[in-house]
């Protein structure tokens, strides 16, 4: 493992401070520092109760106003992980995780609170998507990292909201109850790498927003390409081929498609007001 110092100079290029000592002798921290993504998992299952500790230490993480809204099904009928894999087949890795759990916005609970104390829900609005959506996402980040401190390795899954509504009524979901990812885990395979991440310089603002310029996300192009090139580029039919294909350019043929444009619609759907 890395020490904090070195990941970051790496994973950054322009972290330029000096690591206390004691941070450095945290393993959790050096490991939070040098983490990358995990796709490669042995085949072997990772026990109940770890899973069931980890979804604990994961619920410990903040929740807005200790609305608690968010929680974690365990996918472990053989059934629906086939489903579930059939539906996400594009990324070959899903079905060879050992584990897949799917992270929930719940703004259901809340409501019921309101039915059994009787006193009026008087927030139908976005906030209450948006409020379910944020706590989830915590959750899933803090998953990751007790996951990742207990040896095993982690990929979201964003995807599983291409199929939003075929996945809620696969899972039962009622209505305001809602996927916002899904996890596969497991026993690595092997080490992840660390993945580059944008200069400090273009994500941390101080006082102000600043905007970034391009040179700085060109020259972060240039040095992501340096360590770890893209194997292949997106929609060449549509694109054509670029001798200095890099992050920029593969997220903008990204966003360059429609996804998910049926999301709102679902949401509306589960019974959310997005105004």
């Not at 890795?93 to 809340?110: D, E, M, S, T, Y």
């Not at 948006?130 to 390795?153: H, K, P, R, T, Y």
């Not at 310089?201 to 770890?228: L, M, P, Q, W």
Request: proline share 5%; net charge neutral.
């Amino acid at each position: 493992m890395k020490s904090i110092k070195d990941a970051l100079d790496h994973r950054f290029g322009d972290f330029a401070h000096a690591v206390d000592p004691k941070l450095e002798a945290s393993e959790f921290l050096r490991g939070l520092a040098s983490r990358g993504v995990c796709r490669r998992f042995r085949d072997e299952p990772v026990p109940a109760s770890l899973i069931d500790t980890l979804a604990a230490l994961a619920l410990s993480s903040p929740s807005k106003s200790d609305l608690q809204q968010r929680d974690i099904l365990v996918i472990e009928d053989k059934a629906i992980r086939d489903r579930i894999n059939a539906l996400l087949a594009d990324q070959d890795w899903i079905p060879k995780a050992p584990h897949f759990l799917v992270f929930l916005g719940n703004n259901r609970r809340q409501r019921q609170v309101h039915d059994w104390t009787g006193i009026p829900f008087a927030n139908d609005h976005l906030d209450a998507f948006f409020n379910a959506s944020v706590d989830a996402g915590i959750l899933l980040s803090a998953f990751v990292l007790a996951a990742e401190a207990a040896g095993l390795g982690c990929c979201p899954v964003s995807v599983i909201r291409n199929h939003a509504q075929e996945v809620s009524e696969m899972l039962g979901l009622p209505a305001h109850v809602f996927p916002v990812a899904g996890l596969g885990f497991g026993w690595p395979q092997g080490p992840s790498y660390i993945s580059l991440r944008l200069p400090l310089a273009a994500t941390v603002h101080r006082d102000r927003y600043g905007d970034c310029n391009k040179e700085i996300v060109s020259a972060y192009d240039r040095r992501r390409n340096g360590v770890f090139p893209y194997r292949t580029q997106r929609n060449v039919a549509r694109f054509g081929t670029s001798d200095s294909y890099g992050w920029s350019e593969d997220k903008a043929r990204q966003y360059g498609e429609p996804e998910r444009a049926d999301f709102g619609r679902f949401v509306n759907a589960r019974g959310f007001k997005l105004t």
